[in-house]
Each structure stands twice: as C-alpha cells, then as structure tokens.
C-alpha cells in the first residue's frame, strides 16, 4: 500500500475507539479496518479482507466450542 494515496480526515474521538477496538480485537491495523470500512461504504469491498475476516471468525468460533466442550465435561 505505499505507492496509494493518503487520505485524512478527523473523527470523533468514540470512532478511533471503535476502530480501535476493532484493531485489537480482529489482529489487525487501525488503518486496515479504516480501509475496510471506506471500501465497504463505496461497495467495493476487498475479496482477500472478506476472506481473512471470515478464517478469523472461524478460528474464534472454534476456540469457542472448544472451551464449551471442555466446560461440558467439568459439568457432567
């Protein structure tokens, strides 16, 4: 990406924590999920970053039946 242009802007401070968040919480850039965001708003949403988003869903959701499977056994 560094041959792209620079876009900026300012946003309110509850934005840059929610793309924050966001960041943290997905193991991305603030600027990837800025990116996203622009892309998905002008429809043209990145195939690649749909596709990374999902295995990332993936890989959470099965962490979580993980944990629930060993949750189960501690109950029965």
Do not use: F
Not at 10 to 33: D, F, T, Y
Not at 35 to 64: F, M, W
């Amino acid at each position: 990406m560094a041959d792209s242009p620079m876009v900026g802007c300012r946003v309110p401070l509850e934005w840059q924590l929610k793309v924050r968040g966001i960041a943290n919480a997905s193991g991305r850039k603030e600027a990837e999920v800025v990116r996203e965001a622009i892309a998905k708003y002008l429809g043209e949403a990145n195939p690649d970053t749909i596709k990374s988003t999902l295995e990332q869903h993936e890989q959470r959701l099965a962490e979580v039946e993980r944990k629930l499977g060993a949750l189960g056994q501690l109950i029965r």
